[in-house]
């Protein structure tokens, strides 16, 4: 007689479900914590060691133990491999953080030539002076320890990212009266407001466009000779050019105008072209940043 089969009750909520699900789909995840979030996600479908090996193409008793370790630990932390003996740990927890203190700082600091760390440079710099400032154990510190440690502290000292300082204390309201503007855009969207009633134009300027030109002529395609449109690599440079372009967030229209420079003069010739795109009756407002030629005493004024 057959003994029964064996079923683990296990439960798995929403948010859990959720992340489990992302997991299984990331790229970026180790395949350990890939492959036991689906053995998770198919067991919740059909509780059965035997079904879930046979659609993932694993041994039963690996969904087994995978799902005992889910019922006991929860969903979440059986994705992890269990902490195992292995050899004592060396680095004391106080030369780890003096480490990584270093590692905030910049290397220029310290005399070197390099801006930012490298992880083989803070590996040497911590060995000649980790003893002296009584941390014996860096003295054969290596660089493959050193990510191991900025990695358990998600500091990444040989990376830039960037950010942009708060530096217009009207950040706020300006912000909230941008968001207003699109959001108005969206109900008369979705009001079906006449086109003419209001333009919402959001500006910007493209400056130092490379303008150049070929100096031979393009050869058309031949067939079953050459497929496209062959040009010469060589170019001839005539200028720069700026781009002052909007488009009506309403119904899409882009208005643009090319000219050699962005000055005042320039942007007020484009508040020129928008006011004779529109019928008098219409209300244009638009949305631009702090360039000195969108707040001059000749733009300001301009109808």
């Not at 992302?22 to 060691?49: G, H, K, N, Q």
């Not at 090996?53 to 059986?78: D, K, N, S, Y």
């Not at 708060?166 to 503007?181: G, T």
């Not at 150049?212 to 000779?225: F, N």
Request: proline share 6%; hydrophobic share 40%.
């Amino acid at each position: 007689m057959a003994a029964p089969r064996l079923v683990v009750e296990l439960t798995i909520g929403g948010e859990d479900v959720t992340t489990l699900m992302a997991i299984a789909r990331w790229r970026t995840e180790p395949a350990s914590r890939v492959e036991r979030a689906r053995m998770l996600l198919a067991y919740r479908d059909e509780p059965s060691f035997f079904a879930v090996g046979r659609l993932l193409g694993v041994h039963h008793q690996t969904v087994q133990r995978c799902i005992e370790r889910a019922a006991a630990l929860g969903p979440l932390a059986a994705l992890d491999d269990s902490a195992r003996s292995g050899k004592m740990a060396t680095i004391t927890p106080e030369a780890k953080a003096w480490l990584v203190s270093l590692a905030c700082q910049k290397a220029k600091d310290f005399g070197y030539p390099h801006e930012l760390w490298t992880t083989r440079l803070l590996a040497r710099h911590a060995r000649e002076h980790g003893p002296a400032a009584g941390h014996e154990c860096l003295a054969k510190l290596v660089q493959g320890t050193v990510c191991k440690i900025l990695d358990a502290h998600a500091v990444k000292p040989h990376r830039i990212r960037y950010y942009l300082e708060r530096r217009d204390p009207e950040f706020e309201e300006k912000m909230a009266h941008v968001l207003c503007i699109y959001r108005e855009v969206e109900i008369l969207k979705e009001a079906n407001v006449p086109s003419d009633a209001v333009a919402i134009i959001s500006y910007d300027v493209k400056p130092g466009m490379q303008a150049i030109g070929s100096t031979a002529p393009d050869l058309p395609p031949k067939p079953d000779v050459h497929a496209a449109f062959a040009r010469d690599h060589d170019y001839k440079r005539h200028c720069t050019l700026s781009l002052l372009a909007g488009i009506d967030l309403v119904t899409g229209k882009v208005h643009a105008l090319v000219k050699d420079r962005h000055r005042s003069c320039e942007f007020i010739e484009f508040l020129q072209l928008l006011d004779s795109a529109y019928p008098a009756s219409t209300a244009i407002k638009i949305i631009l940043g702090n360039h000195s030629a969108h707040t001059s005493k000749g733009s300001c004024p301009c109808p």
